[in-house]
């Protein structure tokens, strides 16, 4: 049988380009839009995983879970707001209000700790030009968080977001198969089976994902809060809540948790307490990367640190300081598709099909005859060589 050796039209090429390039432009353009699909996408998990529960511990209708889903979540943060923001708020405005006293202290710290070091004096630059470095940290850390406002101080813009989504969420936990088979019917038929498993891939890693960031939030916020009363730093708990917050931006988050207790420390109990407080990040830190994070996230999430950053990064320069919380989710969306199209089907000829349902399987003998077996119609090799580690040639 002969191989077509006839070359592809270079105007085909050219076309599928433009085309390609169009699209990414039309992504760009409505990407926050996307964002806010993907966000109501995740919360849809959370809620599925609690409307499953009770539909199968209690076998309740659907809709049924769904509502007490949500009502146990509205519960939850209406709780949580009662207890916990009149002291951080209180506490933040007291963290706010004894800014130029803690510049002060870090000038008459690392003054004091050149004096008593010579070689740290020789290290560090100037004290008034180290102040200078940190006023413009700070501001520039403002600065760059300042994208958050418009979307926590938009007024309408904002309740218009926050409906949208809780609406979204809501439509997809209620009848996930719909939306689910909207997606698979895009795809080719005899690869809608391998399309309904990568989604199902997905669901399962990113409801892990929610999991785990959830209790890591709680365990870090709370130790946190913990170790700094200990240590006898002044607002603990609106340090606690800050780092559990930031703790989703992954490595950046751990950063800005430890530094920014520690330098209020230096400010206002001076050196000891301020590398206290560094080495109590790190113990805590170190406790959740070896032992909370593998128990809880690892089995069904394995990402790679350094790409972790990277997506941090990107995310960053493309949606700014929003995209910083979808980061990780977007990173892990990449790597199963990417591991089971690219990798699996398309490098190492797996997962083609997984169930075929109404086809025959095709078999041929050695001698160029042809057998065709209909009671084989749910059978697929690649599936088989697939289960059984083999890969078809």
Known sequence: MRESTQPRSPYGVLIAAIFAVLFLLFVYSVADTLLLFFIAALFSLYLGGITDFFERRFHLPRRWGLLLGVLLTLVALVGIGYLIVPPVMQQTQGLISALPKLLSGWRQALAELGQRYPIVGQVLPPPDQTMQHVTSMVGNLGRYFSGLFPYLFGGITLLIHLFSVMVMAIYMTLRPRLYREGIVILVPP??????????????????AWIVGQMLAMVFLGVLTWIGLMILGVQYSLAFGVFTGLVVV????????????????ALGAGGPVQALGVVLLGVVIHLIEANFVHPIIMERQINLPPVLSILSVLIMAELLGAIGLLVAVPVLATVIVIVRRVYIHRLLEGRGFRRFVRDTAVEIRLPDSAL?????AAGLSIPALLERTGEVPR
């Open 249 to 264: 931006v992954p490595f950046f988050g751990s950063l800005a948790s430890t530094l920014l207790p520690a330098l209020f």
């Open 371 to 375: 057998l065709v077996h209909p009671s």
């Open 190 to 207: 005899v690869h809608r089976d391998l399309a309904r498993d990568i989604l199902s891939d997905l669901s399962t890693t990113l409801r």
